[in-house]
């Protein structure tokens, strides 16, 4: 059984570009979070996709946008990227959406914006 | 007042030792709580669940103090292979996604 994959683990990009990162939730999972997480913080959501719809949003702003498809994987965009979005971006898979359950974590994908 | 907040850390201790991480949390209404352990350059893993009457599960020990919007995990016996972040995390409350603490460092020491 696959746990939550992400891809790419590793990018470089410059400022300005966009970036599209993925992920795979868990088998069995529809419910899919992301989150980023800068060095020596603790992850910060980002949005939260359900039923293929955002259901949550955190603090961030417009260029940041997902989508979910039919399968249940989803899609992180991040356009006019800048320096600050250097991050490890973390995919989570849940099994409902109020995440009172264990949510699992992809390895991340560890963006570096030049 | 930050959602969740934790001890800053790092903590550096000799193996054997016990070792104690505090967190708290602002909304008084938070459904669930979890500890989640992140060793370096690697995702959050849960490490456990944490539950009005306290939990254990071999060495390691959470408490949850409602009253004082407090949560605790206590490590025993501290292995090298303790070394890692520990992540307090909160959920607020229903159909609300989980918050993170900023992490505490723990270095266990040979």
């Known amino acids: 059984d696959a746990g939550v994959t992400q891809s790419p683990t590793h990018l470089i990009k410059t400022r300005g570009q966009q970036v599209t990162l993925r992920c795979s939730p868990k088998?069995?999972?529809?419910?899919v979070s992301w989150y980023q997480q800068a060095l020596g913080q603790g992850p910060q959501f980002i949005f939260q996709y359900y039923e293929e719809e955002e259901r949550q949003r955190g603090n961030f702003p417009d260029r940041f946008s997902g989508h979910q498809f039919p399968n249940y994987s989803s899609e992180l965009n991040v356009n006019a990227l800048l320096l600050g979005d250097s991050a490890l971006y973390l995919c989570a898979s849940s099994l409902d959406p109020e995440m009172n359950t264990e949510a699992f974590f992809g390895q991340g994908t560890r963006l570096t914006v030049v | 007042r930050k959602e969740v907040e934790q001890d800053p850390g790092p903590f550096n201790v000799p193996e054997g030792a016990t070792v104690a991480f505090n967190c708290t949390y602002s909304?008084?209404?938070?459904?669930?709580f979890f500890w989640y352990r992140q060793d370096c350059r690697k995702e959050p893993k849960l490490l456990m669940s944490?539950?009005?009457s306290g939990n254990e599960d071999g060495r390691f020990t959470a408490q949850l103090n409602r009253a004082s919007q407090y949560i605790s995990l206590l490590i025993r016996d501290s292995k090298l292979s303790d070394s890692a972040t520990y992540l307090c995390?909160?959920?607020?409350?229903?159909?609300?996604?989980?918050?993170f603490g900023k992490g505490t460092r723990l270095s266990v020491i040979a």
């Open positions: 944490v539950y009005s």
């Open positions: 088998s069995g999972h529809d419910t």
């Open positions: 995390v909160v959920n607020p409350r229903e159909n609300t996604p989980l918050v």
């Open positions: 909304n008084s209404a938070s459904q669930s």
